[in-house]
């Protein structure tokens, strides 16, 4: 039984992601159109950035930590149509280290519930 799914032979006419994960029997060269491109991603960077962020934002109050989320959250759907990811990704570091600087200039201000270093922000690689 295969409840609400099509069969993996009806699965060619429909995109790969209303299924979520693909049946391991399937190649995702299956799903592929004439105009379909290849993501370019680095999985191991990727993988690293939460760990680099939690580094970064730890001691970050509610509301700090929600201004880093939404000028994350924009970067990303920014890059929404973005084949690839590795240029999402290093909008994302940019946009963090520009964050991180417009909250160490408001606690010139105001004082905050933490101290900014000079050295929390990200060095970006470029890849031309």
Do not use: C
């Not at 979520?20 to 995702?28: F, R």
Request: hydrophobic share 40%.
């Amino acid at each position: 039984m295969h409840g609400s799914q099509p069969l993996p032979s009806q699965m060619d006419s429909y995109p790969p992601h209303l299924f979520g994960s693909v049946p391991p029997n399937l190649k995702m060269a299956e799903f592929k159109t004439p105009d379909a491109k290849e993501i370019i991603i680095d999985l191991f960077a990727v993988d690293q950035l939460p760990d680099e962020i939690a580094g970064k934002t730890n001691g970050f109050s509610v509301e700090q930590l929600e201004q880093v989320n939404a000028a994350l959250m924009e970067a990303i759907w920014a890059g929404r149509n973005e084949w690839n990811r590795n240029k999402v990704l290093e909008r994302v570091k940019v946009t963090l280290s520009e964050v991180l600087k417009d909250i160490k200039s408001m606690q010139a201000i105001l004082p905050g519930s933490f101290t900014l270093s000079e050295s929390d922000s990200f060095s970006v690689e470029h890849d031309d």
